[in-house]
């Protein structure tokens, strides 16, 4: 196995883009391909691709949309692959009317007419194996599951631990004033990422081996960055001194200057984009929970933004929206109200900075509140980290 491990971390080694589903994978590299640029806009970021990881079905949704010379070229294992299910089931305790529904839907969904149709405007193998796959669909010997729970376990810890590049990352942290009664599940949250309970759903989304995480905490401005550098082996020391820094040292009180603490961060990212390109992949993530109301304004950070070299500018911002049910807008002494990005129907400024920030850097804006536990978002960022 360590051959393997080691024939594995070479071919991850080139591992640049990564998102929490297969469609936000695709539009990606469709987004990377619209940006321009040589090889297909993969000069123009940090996280540039030439292939991906993906269902054979977005291969060729993709390639229906692509320029010619940027479409993908499907490659299958010749010792063969194993095939995505999404079974259709009905829950535990169905009326027999309710089954009666459940037999008569997924019978016409397994009809011939109906799994050509789906073959067609999908791309996906038919599971009726009366209806052919389409013409130049590539016989694929189909591999079994692992059945062993022990065994997935070690695959992806093997993974996750050993075989996966690390990533690089800045948490820009909000903890202003109106954050006071919500800082629990702010802490609660990061403390969620450093989970190493092998039974909690969470410890798969925690800081790894060789990853680098930064936190900038802002109120009345940026506050001094923690950062945290986890060790090949040995990561629990660190893992504890991130909890202890969660609870101790981020306390709510004061304004929100949210883009000078955004500005610290691209200042904590420019020597890592100047290091070697050993694959690790970068990106800042940025918490608020209301308007910015002190330091730079939005305009003040487009105006900074624009001096960012391109390699700065191409790393991903993830920004959180935090609904924590106190939008206070009164600004500090001498800070410059603007009107932010242009008006868009139920959308708050705030929330309309938060949007235009992601979608500006390639990055995604993501919601939280009552409704949406916190906890999960961050996860969710991680799926693309």
């Known amino acids: ?21 297969s469609l936000a994978l695709s539009d990606g590299y469709v987004a990377q391909v619209a940006s321009g640029g040589a090889e297909c806009g993969r000069q123009r970021s940090t996280d540039g691709v030439d292939g991906l990881i993906i269902y054979e079905s977005e291969i060729q949704r993709m390639n229906a949309e692509l320029p010619e010379d940027c479409r993908l070229t499907a490659i299958y294992p010749t010792e063969g692959t194993m095939v995505a299910e999404y079974r259709l089931s009905l829950l535990t305790g169905a009326t027999a009317a309710e089954q009666r529904t459940f ?30 796959s389409a013409q130049n669909a590539i016989p694929v010997p189909q591999l079994r599951y692992p059945t062993d729970p022990k065994a997935l376990s070690r695959l992806i810890d093997a993974y996750r631990a050993q075989i996966r590049t690390p990533s ?15 800082m629990s599940q702010l802490r609660n949250a990061l403390i969620n990422l450093t989970g190493t309970d092998e039974n909690d759903p969470a410890t798969y989304f925690n800081f790894l081996p060789g990853e680098r995480v930064d936190f900038v905490p802002f109120s009345n401005g940026a506050q001094t ?34 883009y000078d603490a955004l500005q610290s961060a691209h200042a904590l990212v420019r020597p890592w984009l ?5 694959g690790a992949s970068t990106s800042i993530v940025l918490f608020s929970d209301g308007q910015n109301t002190c330091g730079a304004n939005y305009s003040q950070y487009l105006d900074f933004r ?38 868009v129907a139920g959308a708050t400024q705030w929330e309309r900075e938060l949007r235009a920030v992601a979608e500006q850097s390639g990055g995604q804006l993501f ?11 961050f996860w969710s960022i991680r799926g693309y980290q």
């Open 1 to 21: 196995m360590p051959g393997l491990h080691q024939a594995l971390r070479r071919f991850f080694a080139g591992h640049r883009l990564s998102a929490d589903t």
């Open 103 to 132: 037999d008569t839907l997924w019978q016409w969904l397994f009809s011939e007419p109906v799994q050509k149709r789906i073959r067609e405007a999908t791309g996906r193998r038919p599971g009726n194996p009366a209806v052919v």
């Open 168 to 182: 690089r990352m800045v948490f820009v942290l909000d903890v202003s004033g109106s954050m006071e009664q919500n």
């Open 225 to 258: 960055p923690r950062e945290f550098t986890l060790p090949d082996a040995e990561t629990g020391p660190t893992l504890t001194a991130i909890q202890d820094y969660a609870r101790k040292d981020l306390k709510a009180a004061g304004y929100t200057a949210m």
């Open 274 to 278: 100047a290091e070697a390109d050993d």
């Open 306 to 343: 624009a001096g960012l070299s391109e390699r700065e500018r191409a790393v991903p911002i993830y920004t959180i929206a935090f609904d924590s049910g106190d939008q206070s807008t009164t600004p500090c002494d001498r800070y410059t109200p603007d009107p932010g990005p242009a008006s």
């Open 367 to 377: 919601t939280a509140g009552r409704d949406i536990p916190l906890y999960t978002v």
